[in-house]
């Protein structure tokens, strides 16, 4: 069976993604006021996961909005800027509120949530958003177009073996991220000191004094 990424396996199928999940629009907030519950917004995502510190509502904005929450296994789509960014919200997230920019996708019974994350990574899906988003100055797509997106569907045991076989890779490029992190702090900090002439104590390897 041909679709959009290609041709399917026996016992998958494609689907319309607003046929296996709910899609909801983000709401608009106050502005930041610091406030304890957290607003998702575009610039909250990256390389598929969040990043960033959330701006802020405060309990009784966010109590008017209960529809706008987020749950984990829920994931979020960025609609205007950046459109095809998205991440897989963890229990870390959950009871954020989702702002304008951003579409909730909330999977049916019939669909992992980390396959599906990982679905919207595939070049094909990316392709797919660029062709049909709107805009020049700034991108954007709707949910009704969304919600259009063909998702090849496996069957569920499928589809769980493999949302858990890229989220360990994603794990450990994320390990990696952190390390690389670290030594660049690392070197950034006894850069200046080894400029000035300060001893600094070899580390592994090194050849010590």
């Keep these: 069976m041909s679709s959009l990424v290609g041709e399917l396996p026996d016992g998958w199928t494609e689907v ?8 909801k629009a983000g709401s ?7 406030g304890p519950v957290a607003v ?3 610039r909250n995502i990256a390389d598929d996961r ?5 701006d802020g509502i405060g309990e009784e904005a966010a109590a008017k909005l209960p529809s706008y929450r987020l749950m984990a296994g829920d994931v979020v789509c960025v609609r205007t800027g950046g459109i095809g960014k998205h991440a897989l919200v963890t229990a870390e997230q959950e009871g954020w509120v989702i702002g304008t920019g951003i579409i909730r996708l909330r999977p049916g019974p019939s669909v992992d949530p980390s396959y599906l994350s990982h679905y919207l990574s595939h070049p094909s ?3 797919w958003f660029a062709r049909n988003g ?3 100055a700034v991108p954007n797509i709707s949910t009704r ?9 496996a069957p569920l045991p499928v589809q769980r073996s493999i949302g858990k076989t890229l989220g360990a890779l994603n794990e450990k490029i994320a390990a990696h991220e952190r390390i690389c992190q670290t030594t660049a702090e690392l070197r950034d900090t006894i850069l200046p000191l080894l400029m000035s002439g300060i001893p600094v104590a070899q580390g ?3 050849s010590g004094g």
């Design 134 to 136: 709107t805009g020049t």
């Design 125 to 127: 899906v990316r392709n």
């Design 40 to 42: 998702m917004k575009p």
């Design 145 to 153: 177009a969304l919600g259009a997106l063909p998702v090849a569907l």
């Design 16 to 23: 319309r993604l607003e046929e296996i999940c709910e899609l």
């Design 204 to 206: 592994p390897g090194g």
């Design 50 to 54: 969040f990043t960033g510190i959330p």
């Design 28 to 34: 608009s907030t106050p502005a930041d006021s610091g």
